[in-house]
């Protein structure tokens, strides 16, 4: 073999080894859906944003916007107390309101862009959230695990929430 085939071959192995690691290494497409892209707003069905910790003394704050009966709708949750784990008997704040079109579309804007990826059991403790979870009709119990696009988008949705919650 002459010297020019031989590192023709070994730069072949090469790529064919680059492209064996990237796709093991590199989420492959379709691991996350984009709300707004491959997930449609009519699809949503449900989306939570919890947040609780256990220190002293232990917070807990719930929005949840969902479809019921064709409205749409936000409750939320404030749970405030001396003990952990907060349970309902522990709620202070409690409301769920039918939402305009001019707030339910304040909300699609906060989640639009947003990624919704495969749901993982965690490990972790000490977090207190935000966990985020997105229903939609067509996410056969796994697609559920919400990131909002950006911090700023984050923001705007608590802004909203406790708006809502007035």
């Known amino acids: 073999m002459s010297k020019k085939k031989g590192v023709i071959a070994a730069l072949a192995i090469i790529l064919v080894a680059a492209a064996v690691i990237a796709a093991v290494l590199i989420p492959k497409g379709g691991s996350e859906m984009k709300v707004g892209k491959k997930i449609s707003y009519e699809d949503i069905t449900e989306f939570y944003y919890t947040e609780s910790s256990s220190a002293y003394p232990p917070t807990y704050q719930r929005y949840r916007f969902y479809v019921e009966d064709g409205k749409r709708m936000f409750f939320h949750e404030k749970r405030e107390g001396d003990t952990f784990p907060l ?74 929430c406790k708006a809502l919650a007035q």
């Open 87 to 160: 349970t309902e008997a522990d709620a202070t704040v409690t409301g769920t309101k039918e939402l305009t079109e001019e707030e339910w579309q304040s909300f699609l804007n906060c989640v639009d862009g947003g990624e919704v990826e495969k749901r993982t059991e965690s490990t972790e403790s000490g977090g207190s959230g935000p966990w985020l979870y997105l229903y939609w009709k067509k996410d056969k119990g796994k697609y559920q695990e919400f990131t909002f696009a950006s911090y700023d988008k984050q923001v705007q949705f608590e802004e909203l």
